[in-house]
């Protein structure tokens, strides 16, 4: 029996997704500039793995909303749910038994996403930065994958650059003050962030756009202000390529 593509239940939150993207490929940047070929361990077919199985796990966000939410169907929620989330798991698992401070923090903001999803609440601003934070999670985890350490300075960079776009759109959809101020007191405080953990200060080059942005608050629509975020993110790629330590 053929399943139809458009039965399943993909996520469509391409935003999301772009987080995702770039998360990984900053964690595949971090983790090859550690020459892994070196040590002849085929970090390739494990990193490979690993990203698939966390494709799986980020696609299971669908199925738990509509689980969690629908009072029809729920059996097909579930079973969608559980292969995605069985299946990304299982391919996670194998390199990151002993990663037990990525598993940790993982499911510490998995629980904080239940919480937020159960009760409704799941586009509040601070339900959308722990959402942020589970996406970039990847990075980390696919830096580990490659090298076998943990490197919460990467996460800390990578969160930090794309929790800015999650309070920009914000503030430019409610035009307030306080979301505003909240804002470029953000992008002033990041640069120093960055400093005492001994990240390159320069990756945040991109966050001038925020600011100025911010300062004219022009009138934009939503899909241009998102593929302005799609460049910013491959612009800090591309920073993190040549000034990653």
Known sequence: MSISFQRIPFV???????????????GLIAG?????????NGFSI????????????????????SFLRSAENRKEHLGWLLFFSLTGLALLMPFLISGTGILLASSLLVLI????????????????LNGFALLTMSAPIVY??????VSWKLYTAVLIFFW???LKVRARLKKTVPYRSLMLV???AAPFLYHYVNIPVILLLPLSENVISLILMREERLRRTGNIELIK?????????????
């Open 12 to 26: 469509r939150e391409w935003g999301s997704w772009a987080v995702f993207i770039y998360s990984c490929s900053a």
């Open 32 to 40: 090859l500039q550690t020459r892994p070929w070196q040590t002849g």
């Open 46 to 65: 494990r990193t490979l793995a690993a990203i698939l199985g966390l494709i799986f796990l980020v696609n299971s966000k669908a199925t738990l909303a």
């Open 113 to 128: 996403y239940l919480v937020f999803v159960s009760n409704g609440k799941e586009h509040y601003l601070i339900a959308e």
């Open 144 to 149: 580990f994958v490659i090298t076998g350490e």
């Open 164 to 166: 800015a776009g999650v």
């Open 186 to 188: 953000y992008c002033a």
């Open 233 to 245: 993110g491959a612009v800090f790629l591309i920073l993190a390529g040549f000034f990653w330590e």
